[in-house]
C-alpha cells in the first residue's frame, strides 16, 4: 500500500488554477521531492492532501484513507512544515511548543527538548523576539515532536543558515532511517538531490515528470554543441529542444538516436564537436522551460 495516493486532483480557486489533474504516489520510507518554480502548485497539492482545503475534483489518500473523510485521524501520524510560519507573537516558544504537543496523545516533552538543542532553539524566547530563522525553527520541533510516519516539509529551509539547513538534513535522513516517509517541496534543485530518492516536477498545475533522480540524470538526454559554419535549422529535428546558435556554436538538448544527429554533423564541415550528458540542473531547466 501506498503512504500517499494521489488520483486526478484537481483545485481551482474561483476562476484561478491551482492544480490540474494531479496524479501520483508515494511509498513508504521515501524521500519524495515535489520541485516546481513559483506558483506550480506545490503548497496547493500539500494543502490538499492534509485537508485543510478542498478539492475541485479527484481524490486523495494518506495511510490508504481518504484525506478528506478522515482528515483529523490521517493528521495524527503526519508532521507539517508550512512554507511560512505564523505564531502568537506574545507566547513563548516553550509554551507554544507544549500547547502543539497536547494535541497529540502520549507526553512529548523529551523530544521536545531534544529537537530543540538539536537545532539551536531557546525554549524561554518570546516568539516576537525572534529571527525568520530561528521561527523556522520552531515549526521545524513542532513538525516533529509528536513523532509522525509522515512528514510534509514545504520549501523548508528558506531562513536557515548552511549550518542550520545541513542539522535538519541531518535530522531528516535520521527520521527516514526510522521509517519515516518524507514528502518534500522545494523550488531549489540543489537540496532536492542532496535528499530525495525519487522527485516529481510540477508545472502550471500539472505533474510534467515523475522519476528516480538518478534515472533522470541517464535519461536520454544529451547536450550536443557543434562548432563551424553551420545554420543552427539544420538541427531542427525531432528530439531537439533548446536549440541555440551563438559565437559560432550551435547547442542543443537531445533525445532520440544519436546517430540522426551524427548524419546531421557529417552532412556539414565542422570545426569541433561535443555530445555530453547534462548536468541536473540543464536537465530541470529544461523541464521548467
Ligand atoms: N488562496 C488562493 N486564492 C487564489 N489563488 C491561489 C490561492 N492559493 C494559491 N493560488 C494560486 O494557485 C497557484 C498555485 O499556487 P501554490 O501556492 O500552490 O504554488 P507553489 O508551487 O507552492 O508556489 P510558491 O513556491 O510560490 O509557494 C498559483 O497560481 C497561485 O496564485
Redesign the pocket.
Same mark, same amino acid.
Given at each position: 500500500m501506498s503512504v500517499i495516493e494521489v488520483n486526478h486532483l484537481t483545485k481551482y480557486? !474561483?476562476k =484561478?488554477? +491551482?492544480?490540474n489533474d494531479v496524479s501520483f504516489k508515494v511509498e513508504e520510507g521515501e524521500i519524495f521531492g515535489f520541485i516546481?518554480p513559483? +506558483?506550480?502548485?506545490?503548497?496547493?497539492?500539500i494543502r490538499l492532501l492534509l485537508g485543510l482545503i478542498y478539492p475541485t475534483s479527484g481524490s486523495a489518500s494518506i495511510f490508504g484513507k481518504d484525506c478528506i473523510a478522515f482528515g483529523p485521524e490521517i493528521r495524527k501520524d503526519i508532521g507539517y512544515l508550512p =512554507?511560512e510560519v505564523f505564531y502568537y507573537d506574545r507566547m513563548k516558544v516553550k509554551d507554544l511548543l507544549n500547547y502543539s504537543a497536547s494535541f497529540y496523545p502520549g507526553d512529548h516533552k523529551a523530544r521536545m527538548h531534544e529537537l530543540s538543542e538539536l537545532m539551536g532553539l531557546e525554549l524561554e524566547r518570546k516568539i516576537e523576539d525572534l529571527s525568520y530563522g530561528n521561527r523556522k525553527k520552531v515549526g521545524i520541533v513542532q513538525g516533529l515532536l509528536h513523532r509522525p510516519k509522515l512528514l510534509f516539509l514545504d520549501?523548508p529551509t528558506s531562513g536557515l543558515d548552511p549550518l542550520m539547513q545541513r542539522k535538519f538534513f541531518d535530522l531528516i535522513r535520521d527520521e527516514n532511517r526510522r521509517g519515516v516517509t518524507v514528502f518534500f =517541496?522545494s523550488?531549489i534543485l540543489g537540496e532536492v538531490q542532496r535528499l530525495c530518492n525519487r522527485v516529481a516536477i510540477?508545472k502550471e !498545475?500539472r505533474i510534467i515528470k515523475i522519476d528516480d533522480i538518478r534515472t533522470l540524470q541517464k535519461d536520454n538526454y544529451k547536450k550536443v554543441q557543434v562548432a563551424g559554419e553551420i545554420e543552427a535549422s539544420c538541427f531542427d529535428l525531432p528530439g531537439v529542444t533548446n536549440l541555440e546558435h551563438s559565437d559560432g556554436l550551435v547547442r542543443f538538448l537531445y533525445n532520440g538516436d544519436i546517430n540522426v544527429v551524427m548524419r546531421r554533423i557529417a552532412e556539414n564541415t565542422v570545426a569541433d564537436v561535443t555530445i555530453e550528458e547534462p548536468s541536473l540542473e540543464e536537465i530541470f531547466m529544461h523541464y521548467y522551460e
Open positions: 480557486y !474561483g =484561478s488554477r +491551482g492544480i516546481g513559483n +506558483g506550480a502548485g506545490k503548497s496547493t497539492t =512554507s520549501e =517541496s523550488h510540477i !498545475g
